[in-house]
């Protein structure tokens, strides 16, 4: 109305379209538009060239040969090769109409799938960001009834890895649903008899544990898991360092998780677009429909049990492993996967983890993390002086200079050390600390630690209004050896 308006105002389509502040061909189409409603225009329809029942039946016959997925480049192709002459926008026009037709006949019929509360969950895997060289596995799981989403990231998609998933997933959910609907990996299913997927006896003996039945979708067959394939595309989009996020790479499997868990807390708490309502509110309905969660993970497929030393390893074939040093005194899980040695550890509430990850090595080659363990305590050349008595405290507090002298007078023995401390406080306290820690400083310099060298620099320095300095930089080309001039007429 307002495009028609101005039109009507000023009587040109340029002039209407500056007001309006649109083109001035789309004031030419609403024009007309409100030409042909008043019948004043004879409305024309634009015919488009016919093609040839020749080639029209040729691209019908390609259409159901290639399943309504041939591409209108490669159908011109063929056209052009038995004779056609028209051009390639008019056939990709017919290869359109004739794919519509094509789904039209034998597309798929599906009714809306409307979720039960605590009956189904999905998950899959999509590929995480690389850490240390290594790419990450997205383990992406969603309850499909509240559309409460979870990311774990995973070193591997092996069995072990998928059950740690699994299990970490069923804590974030505070419940464990009917069934899970995943693909058909190894790790899930072995075979296929007769369309029938044969379950891996270890993944069935995990869902036995967690009172959960594993079920598989039809293979290639993205759209009957389309909530976990859509948790994948978002996952990536917001997780993984693209050009279109401008994320930068992830220094640690830490990192990545925290990420992981900033971006569950902001999704689940949104609200979703078809139930208008955030997930996390609608997971604490269907949470009197979960199973409760076994208080211990599934550890069959984890390997053997190790208990950690108190210097924080795990022996395994008489080889130390670090571990995390938070681990002491716990039991761990270990298993060898081809030329690593995996450890997972029960994080309590927060289920099975990963831990540590190490090359096999061999017994007297211990194979040691530094970051399994707290930093490490300062060594002779680098600890620091504490004060603990009230004049210690004070000429620490005078400054680096003091720090700085008090580290070398030590180091070279100088008797009555106390004495001299107590001296340099008091003199802080007539003096002031910047003057006395200038002085300290040119002290420990000029390895000056007799009895009055300090009052004696003290004071010279006031006097002259600025800094000692007895040792200037030399350079290569200057020294300070005494010169041989006095040896040239030796032996004359």
């Given at each position: ?373 707290p930093p490490r305590p300062a060594g002779a050349l680098e600890r620091r002086p504490r004060g603990r008595t009230g004049d210690e405290k004070a000429f620490l507090q005078i400054g680096q200079g003091a720090e700085r002298w008090l580290r070398r007078a030590a180091a070279e023995g100088v008797p009555q050390l106390r004495r001299k401390v107590a001296e340099a406080v008091d003199l802080s306290k007539l003096h002031g600390t910047e003057d006395v820690n200038r002085a300290l400083e040119t002290c420990a310099q000029a390895g000056r ?44």
């Amino acid at each position: 109305m307002e495009i028609l308006e101005a039109y009507d105002l000023t009587g040109s389509l340029r002039a209407a379209a500056k007001l309006a502040g649109c083109d001035h061909k789309t004031v030419a189409h609403w024009v007309r538009q409100r030409e042909l409603a008043a019948g004043t225009v004879p409305a024309a329809e634009r015919k488009r060239p016919a093609m040839a029942p020749l080639f029209a039946g040729k691209i019908d016959e390609l259409v159901d040969r290639s399943v309504g997925r041939i591409r209108a480049d490669v159908a011109h192709d063929r056209l052009v090769a038995i004779g056609y002459e028209g051009s390639e926008r008019t056939t990709r026009r017919w290869v359109a109409d004739a794919k519509r037709r094509y789904r039209r006949e034998h597309g798929r019929r599906t009714r809306p799938w409307i979720a039960e509360p605590g009956l189904w969950m999905q998950w899959d895997y999509g590929d995480g960001p690389v850490i240390d060289g290594r790419k990450v596995v997205l383990f992406c799981a969603w309850l499909a009834w509240s559309r409460y989403r979870v990311v774990i990231p995973l070193w591997d998609k092996t069995l072990p890895s998928v059950v740690m998933g699994l299990d970490r997933a069923f804590r974030y959910f505070d419940g464990v649903p009917t069934y899970a609907l995943t693909d058909n990996e190894k790790t899930v299913s072995v075979d296929h008899v007769a369309g029938i997927a044969v379950r891996n006896q270890q993944i069935v003996a995990a869902g036995y544990h967690y009172g959960v039945s594993i079920q598989t979708c039809v293979p290639a067959d993205p759209q009957s898991k389309g909530g976990s394939e859509a948790t994948v595309k978002i996952a990536k989009a917001d997780l993984v360092p693209t050009d279109h996020n401008l994320l930068s790479e992830y220094g640690s499997m830490a990192e990545l998780e925290a990420a992981c868990v900033g971006w569950m807390s902001d999704v689940n708490t949104r609200k979703h677009r078809a139930t208008h309502e955030p997930p996390v509110f609608r997971l604490a309905e269907e949470h009197r429909r979960l199973h409760r969660v076994p208080a211990r993970p599934h550890t069959v497929v984890f390997g053997e049990t190790r208990k950690v030393s108190w210097q924080s390893t795990v022996s395994v074939g008489s080889a130390l492993y670090s571990v995390p040093h938070e681990l002491i005194d716990q039991r761990v899980w270990v298993r060898a996967q081809g030329d690593e040695l995996i450890v997972v550890a029960s994080d309590g509430p927060a289920g099975a983890r990963e831990v540590a990850r190490h090359q096999l090595t061999t017994p007297g080659r211990p194979s040691i993390h530094d970051d399994h363990y707290p930093p490490r305590p300062a060594g002779a050349l680098e600890r620091r002086p504490r004060g603990r008595t009230g004049d210690e405290k004070a000429f620490l507090q005078i400054g680096q200079g003091a720090e700085r002298w008090l580290r070398r007078a030590a180091a070279e023995g100088v008797p009555q050390l106390r004495r001299k401390v107590a001296e340099a406080v008091d003199l802080s306290k007539l003096h002031g600390t910047e003057d006395v820690n200038r002085a300290l400083e040119t002290c420990a310099q000029a390895g000056r630690f007799a009895d009055g060298d300090l009052a004696r620099i003290l004071a010279h320095q006031q006097q002259v209004g600025g800094e000692l300095v007895l040792f200037p930089a030399r350079g290569e080309d200057s020294s300070l050896q005494a010169s041989t001039r006095v040896w040239e007429g030796f032996g004359a």
